[in-house]
């Protein structure tokens, strides 16, 4: 059984539709149900802690985003604005610089309850249309745990990283991280 996000089910031989999640901003009420989806997705070495998703969601609100069913948040992304060629190391401090040209995706998670049903890139396109809006040039994110070709099918190409100190901080992630861009074309 489903619990949450919407999805098409077969009942008997009749189609019944179950509402579609609205993608919305992320709300402090909403931090117990990203933490549980935080737990459910990632390995332990990514997860962030109570305070930490806290202060990164009053610090950057409005690019903050879940995907809310009936049921409650069952999806989210955290990003926030930066520089092309800047990784924040896991576990650091998330920072603005004064002229940002690019959307970093920081943290993407679907409950396992709405995995398959278009959560994670509709909360991406999402993301890329802000970034749009807003005139960045890029978009970029570090893929985890055997994601790349997720990112990849959403447009997303591996990138070298030519400053030492950003390599170093893209070996803070786990396993194979990869650093990822794509550009982004103004609407």
Known sequence: MIHGCGRLIW???????????????MRP???????????????PHYLEDDATLRAR?????????????PAGVCAYLVAYRS?????????????SPAL?????????AVSTAAAGQGLGPALVSHALAVARQEGL???ALVSVQGSQA????????????????ERQHLATYLGAAVYMTQA????
């Open 11 to 25: 009942v008997s031989s009749d189609l019944v539709t179950r509402p579609s999640p609205s993608v919305r901003l």
């Open 29 to 43: 009420g909403d931090l117990a149900s990203v933490a549980a989806i935080q737990a459910d997705s990632y390995h």
């Open 57 to 69: 969601l009053n610090e950057f609100p409005d690019t903050a985003w879940v995907a809310q069913g």
């Open 83 to 95: 520089v092309l060629g800047k990784i924040t190391p896991l576990g650091g401090h998330f920072h």
């Open 100 to 108: 940002p040209n690019c959307l970093y995706l920081h943290d993407l």
């Open 137 to 139: 040039a890029y978009c």
């Open 150 to 165: 997720f990112w990849q099918r959403l447009g997303f190409r591996a990138t070298t990283l030519d400053d030492p100190r």
């Open 184 to 187: 982004l074309a103004a609407n």
